[in-house]
C-alpha cells in the first residue's frame, strides 16, 4: 500500500500510536484537499474526523492557504515578550466577541495540552493574588482527557495516560465521577435524562477539603477523546451553582468542542453555561498551524494587574505564542466559521449525523451509541482477553472502504467536517455499517 516502509519509518516514535503494528502495516497520507485525504497510493478517503477533531473546513482550504501564504512572506515570526503583531491582538478580541465575552482576555498558546496547564496556573495564581493562597486544588474527572503536560495528566481521568507517570503527577487533585452510565443512558440521543446529580460529587470534595482549598474544577463540557461521552441534562449547570457557592472556578476544557463542534461557537454556548477559563486550540484555526489558548474572565485577568506598570504580571508565556502564521491561519479560519456560516452549517448537519448514527442500532457488534452536534461515537464488543483489538478491525476495514474514524479502546467516533454534505455523511455510516457486518462475519 505504502511506498515508504522498513527503515524509512523507524526513526519517528509516533504519539499515541501502536508503533510496532503500524510499522508493519503502514497508513500514510500523502495529501489532503476538502473533506477528503488521498493515500500514498492513490486511494480518497472520507476524513470523517476532521483530522483529529481539528479541521471543519477540510483540508487545504483556499482562504486558509493564501492568508498564510501571505504571512509567512510578511512576518513569519513575531517575538511576543515585550513585543507584539498587530493581529494577535485583532485575534483576541475576535475571540473573546464570538464567546459573547469581549471584555474576556485570551492568552495565546501552541496547543491543548499547554491550554490546559496555562488555565492551572491562572487559576492557582488568582486565588493567591486575591489573597486566598490556600486554594490550590484542583478536580478534574474520571476519563477526561486535558492533553498530555503535567497538569493536564494530573486532571486527566484516563488510566493508561496516567499510570506511567504517578511520580510526575502535582499534587492535591481529585476526580470526579465520569458520568457515562450505559445502563441508564444507553442509545441517548443527545443529552441523557439521567445523571445530573452526579455533579453533586463536587460537594462532597468540598465537605472533604474545605473550600477555601480549591482552587478550580476542569471538564470537558462534553468528553471528546474518551469516546463522546455527553453531560446528562442540568449537569454542568449544577457544577456552575456549586462552584459559585463555594468560590470554586470552572473551567472548561474546549479544545475539542470550542469553535462550533456542537453548532454553537462554544459548548459553553450550547449549555447556556458560563465557565470562568475556557481552553480552546484545534478548531479556531483548522490546525493547520499549531494554536490554542485560554479565554480568561476580565474579572480574573484584573486581579493579576497590580504592583507597578512596568512588571510582568503572570511569568507565563511560549516562544510561539500568537505566532503569527497561526494567528494568520485562525483569521481565515474565523472568517469561514463565523462569517462563512458553517457553525451553522454544522448544527444543520448534526441531525443527519444523529439520524444515521443511530440507525446502527442492532448492527452486530454495536453496544452503545451516543452524540451530540456533529460528533458521535459507538462502542463494540471486545474480542474476548484482547482489549482494543476490536475497534482495530473496524478502523481497518473503514479504511479500506474509504472511511477514515478514531478508535480509541472499544470505541469509534465520527465527526466528520463542517463542509461535509448530507450524502456524505449518510455514506460515511454506512460504510461503518458494512465494516461492522463484515467484523462480525
Ligand atoms: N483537551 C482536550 C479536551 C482535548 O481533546 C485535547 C486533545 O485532543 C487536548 C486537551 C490536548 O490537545 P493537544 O493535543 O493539542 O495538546
Known amino acids: 500500500m505504502n511506498s515508504t516502509t522498513g527503515d524509512e519509518l523507524k526513526s519517528w516514535w509516533m504519539p499515541f ?3 510496532r503494528y503500524f510499522k508493519d502495516q503502514p ?8 473533506a477528503y485525504y488521498t ?10 474526523l476532521s483530522g483529529l477533531w481539528c ?9 486558509v492557504v493564501a492568508a498564510v501564504q501571505r504571512q509567512v512572506a510578511t512576518l513569519d515570526f513575531c517575538p511576543s515578550f515585550q513585543m507584539g503583531h498587530p493581529a494577535a491582538f485583532s485575534l483576541a478580541r475576535r475571540i473573546a466577541r464570538l464567546a459573547g465575552r469581549p471584555d474576556d482576555r485570551v492568552f495565546f498558546v501552541n496547543s491543548g495540552s499547554e491550554a490546559v496547564d496555562t488555565a492551572m496556573k491562572i487559576a492557582v495564581a488568582y486565588h493567591r493574588a486575591r489573597g486566598e493562597a490556600s486554594r490550590t486544588r484542583i478536580i478534574g474527572r474520571e476519563r477526561a482527557y486535558h492533553g498530555v503536560g503535567m497538569g493536564g495528566i494530573s486532571v486527566g481521568g484516563i488510566p493508561a495516560n496516567r499510570k506511567m507517570f504517578s511520580s510526575l503527577m502535582i499534587p492535591g487533585v481529585d476526580h470526579l465521577p465520569h458520568t457515562w452510565d450505559p445502563a441508564r443512558m444507553g442509545y441517548s440521543r443527545g443529552q441523557p435524562d439521567w445523571g445530573a446529580h452526579l455533579a ?13 482549598n480549591i482552587a478550580a474544577v476542569i471538564v ?38 470550542g469553535f462550533g463542534r456542537l453548532g454553537t461557537a462554544f459548548a459553553a454556548d450550547y449549555f447556556g453555561v458560563r465557565p470562568d477559563l475556557l481552553t480552546f486550540a484545534k478548531a479556531v484555526n483548522n490546525a493547520v498551524v499549531p ?13 493579576f494587574m497590580a504592583g507597578p506598570a512596568h512588571m510582568i504580571e503572570f511569568f507565563h508565556g511560549y516562544t510561539y505564542s500568537g ?9 481565515a479560519t474565523l472568517d469561514e466559521l463565523d462569517g462563512g456560516g458553517l457553525i451553522r452549517r454544522a448544527a444543520a448537519l448534526a441531525p443527519v449525523l444523529e439520524s444515521a448514527m443511530h440507525g446502527l442500532r442492532g448492527t452486530p457488534l454495536v453496544t452503545d451509541i451516543r452524540n451530540l452536534g456533529l460528533a458521535a461515537a459507538i462502542d463494540v464488543t471486545p474480542v474476548p482477553g484482547q482489549p482494543g483489538l476490536r475497534a482495530i478491525q473496524v478502523f481497518q476495514r473503514c479504511l479500506d472502504d474509504g472511511l477514515l474514524l478514531r478508535f480509541t479502546g472499544e470505541t469509534l467516533a465520527l465527526a466528520p467536517p463542517f463542509i461535509a454534505t448530507d450524502v456524505e455523511i449518510r455514506s460515511a455510516v454506512d460504510t461503518l455499517r458494512r465494516a461492522l457486518v463484515a467484523t462480525a462475519a
Open 323 to 331: 505566532h503569527p502564521l497561526a494567528v494568520a491561519a485562525a483569521h
Open 220 to 257: 470537558e463540557p462534553m468528553q471528546g477523546s474518551t469516546g463522546v461521552l455527553v453531560p446528562p441534562r442540568g449537569y454542568l449547570q449544577r457544577l456552575r451553582q456549586i462552584c459559585d457557592r463555594h468560590g470554586i472556578l470552572l473551567i472548561f476544557d474546549e479544545v475539542i468542542t
Open 200 to 212: 453533586d460529587e463536587l460537594e462532597r470534595l468540598v465537605t472533604l477539603h474545605d473550600a477555601s
Open 291 to 303: 494554536l490554542g489558548g485560554v479565554l480568561v474572565a476580565a474579572s480574573i485577568h484584573d486581579a
Open 17 to 19: 500510536t501502536h508503533n
Open 39 to 48: 493515500l500514498v497510493d492513490g486511494r480518497r478517503v472520507f476524513d470523517g
Open 27 to 34: 497508513r500514510l497520507i500523502a495529501s489532503g484537499a476538502g
Open 55 to 63: 479541521s471543519p473546513l477540510g483540508h487545504s482550504h483556499p482562504h
